[in-house]
């Protein structure tokens, strides 16, 4: 692959409105002449993300996390530079224009370009045998068991899986696609993974297929629901994790459902993807289902992006139970205000919608109880909570939620609830809470220690933020890359030498260095996509912030102070080498003559006007 060249990083983030483009992931609230959010990158409960549309580029002040546009979509979509830019190119038409030719790169975007292809193909020709195939007739039996038509089979673009794992194999090689890509796609796995000449096999078989898509609605993985009773594996078994999937931050239906849940300002929540299918088709388009029972701090991340509150609909059993209580724990820790909807015993949101219709579905919906009072409500059904003793325990039970939620205002309002509720003192219930607050605290600080240990430290963890202490180095580096004038004035004299004795001088040596037009947001942004992420991080944090004063007289005033404070450290050093009884007379008199003359130096600008 080649490198994509500055110019044409320049066209493309000129061509972008960043606004547009994070909007398409979630909501922005307009805030002056900027834009607010919560950070999709940490968990916060007030918006820090900062995207400024002057400058085209966003910044968090929680997390230290911005930069432009396409960093932004490297970060959010998981993608490499490259991948970015060129997505973000297709949308406004810029044709790519190649440099330097990096062969490695270049197999890892041929080989994701293929994955990609790969899945888009494959969820139609899975499309094609559920429609056409004679062994697909049990799957479309199924289908219509589940009162699941044509049309809505082809909405969702349903496939089928074939027994005969072979014919996926005949399918890919005929397609073009090598075993390596069906391997890197997850749709295969290899007969022996010490033995790789012996081949792979097809990964699904004799299953219901759900293509799985990203928030662009392009297919990145698939679910596959078993058919057969004596089928071996889950109920649902889904894609493994590649280049294009994670399972812990991908919701079904999420590429629909995304709009309609801002719209309708709450998420539902389903188990299955035939629950969410029943949902949506039926009218109730705010709707989305995580993959398996595993929900995670990144799922409740994406919703919070989204929404506010939450609805549960899981199956009635004691397994959905639990799931939701699982659920409930992750989203509650991003103070969303979560509620379960009770569904009567044996029925999951799918058969309820069948049996009495979306209207009365949505009916219980909107009168779902908040997660606790639901388990409190369902406690004193199951249990004796007559004696204080029972409702004590109980309420330590119901502590190790409460203990979850990070806002005190809205913890207080539950320790107040359900002290009411159980008819147990409000202090004591503070003081389970405490104490569960205490135990989570120290099994994540146990758990985030053994995951360290053995895990590759991220991009971010690797390099730390970096932060201008220097308030003159600082209003320089704002100066330099906001206002043409000034840059031209003062960058056009070499950088001067005095910075380099200056501790946090680093960036703005090379903002002092680089070629670029102060005046043109995309030149900046180009710039700025040559620094390391951490520093990309800062100079957005830079072009965040106001410029109290933008004259050339001020940057001047500033690159005098930091003149006089690079002789005062130089002075600082030669004071302390002379400090040294080991130092020869020579090398004395040699620092005692450069402490005249630094002193003087010091002296001179202080007397010029």
């Not at 790519?96 to 292809?117: G, S, Y």
């Not at 209207?359 to 109880?369: H, L």
């Not at 939620?401 to 107040?416: E, F, G, P, W």
Request: proline letters at 5%.
């Amino acid at each position: 692959m080649a490198i994509i060249s500055p110019e044409t990083i320049q066209r493309i983030i000129a061509e972008t409105d960043i606004v547009d483009v994070i909007s398409s992931y979630f909501p922005l609230k307009k805030a002056g002449t900027n834009f607010l959010a919560l950070c999709p990158f940490h968990n916060e409960k007030t918006p820090s993300f900062n995207v400024t549309p002057s400058r085209q580029i966003y910044y968090c002040f929680g997390c230290g996390e911005g930069g432009d546009v396409i960093r932004f979509v490297m970060h959010y979509e998981n993608l490499t530079f490259p991948d970015a830019a060129t997505r973000l190119a297709e949308k406004v038409g810029i044709r790519l224009e190649d440099e330097v030719f990096d062969p490695d790169a270049d197999r890892r975007l041929q080989l994701r370009r293929q994955v990609e292809k790969l899945h888009k193909e494959a969820s139609e020709w899975f499309h094609q045998l559920l429609f056409r195939s004679p062994s697909a007739q049990h799957a479309r039996d199924y289908l219509k068991q589940r009162d699941i038509g044509s049309e809505t089979a082809r909405n969702w673009q349903l496939g089928y899986a074939p027994q005969n794992g072979g014919a996926l194999i005949s399918w890919a090689q005929d397609a073009g696609f090598s075993n390596k890509v069906l391997l890197e796609g997850g749709l295969a796995a290899p007969q022996d993974p010490d033995n790789p000449s012996r081949g792979v096999y097809a990964r699904f078989r004799d299953r219901l297929m759900f293509p799985i898509c990203n928030d662009y609605g392009n297919v990145i993985a698939f679910s596959g629901r078993v058919l057969s009773p004596e089928a071996k594996g889950g109920k649902y078994i889904n894609s493994p994790e590649t280049v294009l999937f994670k399972k812990s931050k991908t919701f079904y239906g999420l590429d629909r459902g995304k709009r309609p849940i801002l719209k309708a300002g709450k998420a539902i929540l389903c188990e299955g993807q035939l629950d969410l299918i029943a949902c949506v088709e039926s009218g109730i388009e705010n709707t989305v289902a995580a993959l398996g029972t595993a929900f995670t701090e990144d799922h409740s991340r994406i919703l919070k992006r989204h929404t506010d509150e939450v609805v549960l609909c899981y199956d009635s059993d004691a397994a959905g139970y639990k799931a939701a209580g699982k659920a409930f724990r992750q989203l509650i820790a991003s103070n969303l205000v979560v509620k379960l909807v009770a569904l009567p015993t044996g029925e999951d949101p799918d058969s309820l919608i069948k049996k009495e219709g979306a209207e009365a579905f949505t009916k219980r919906i909107n009168e779902a109880p908040e997660f606790l009072d639901y388990q409190i409500d369902r406690a004193s059904q199951e249990r004796n909570l007559d004696e204080m003793r029972d409702r004590i325990e109980f309420a330590k039970e119901v502590s190790e939620n409460i203990a979850r939620v990070t806002d005190k205002m809205i913890q207080d309002s539950l320790i107040s609830r359900v002290a009411t509720r159980l008819s147990v003192p409000a202090d004591d219930i503070r003081h389970f809470v405490g104490e569960s607050d205490r135990e989570i605290k120290r099994a994540q600080r146990y758990g985030n220690r053994s995951y360290r240990q053995n895990s590759k430290p991220t991009e971010a963890e690797a390099m730390p933020p970096l932060e201008i202490d220097n308030s003159s180095i600082k209003f320089l580096c704002q100066i330099l890359l906001t206002v043409a004038d000034a840059r031209t004035q003062i960058c056009s004299s070499p950088e001067p030498d005095f910075l380099k004795n200056l501790a946090g001088s680093h960036l703005l040596s090379k903002i002092w260095q680089a070629s670029f037009d102060a005046g043109s947001t995309a030149d900046v942004a180009a710039f700025a996509n040559s620094l390391t992420p951490p520093e990309q991080a800062c100079v957005a944090r830079l072009l965040t912030e106001t410029i109290p004063d933008t004259s050339v007289q001020s940057a001047t005033e500033s690159l005098e102070t930091l003149e006089r404070q690079s002789l005062k450290v130089r002075i600082k050093e030669n004071q302390a080498l002379l400090d040294n009884p080991k130092i020869s007379p020579e090398k004395a008199h040699q620092l005692q003559k450069e402490l005249l003359d630094l002193t003087q130096q010091l002296q001179d600008i202080a007397k010029s006007p």
